[in-house]
């Protein structure tokens, strides 16, 4: 975020909800400080330095059809959270649907 040519981050994905809450949790307990938390409309983020100061997003992606009609708007939603106390480790799952609504399972 220097201006300068080069990477702005790297975003490592937990393959669901809940192995990415563990992960949150251990960041957390460990002092990790998060820079920023967004609800995004294919992934939920926590954005975090590695000790070097390189950018790292941990992130799990939402179901597919969640967001797979309209995958513009998805990429396009952008809700911010709070990265500081016992709020930057709520993770809702009312999400919003872009496209259709999905069929009844």
Excluded: C
């Excluded at 994905?13 to 563990?22: G, H, I, Q, V, Y």
């Excluded at 590695?50 to 597919?64: K, S």
């Amino acid at each position: 975020m220097r201006g300068g040519v080069g990477l702005n981050h790297v975003a490592i994905a937990w393959p669901d909800r809940e192995s990415w809450l563990k992960q949150v949790e251990h960041l957390r307990e460990k002092g990790v400080t998060f820079h920023r938390r967004i609800n995004h409309g294919m992934t939920h983020s926590v954005y975090i330095s590695d000790p070097d100061g390189h950018g790292i997003e941990v992130l799990y992606e939402l179901p597919r059809e969640i967001w797979e009609h309209d995958i513009d708007a998805a990429q396009n939603y952008a809700e911010v959270l709070p990265t500081e106390g016992p709020e930057a480790m709520v993770d809702r799952v009312d999400y919003p649907v872009f496209g259709p609504a999905p069929a009844p399972r």
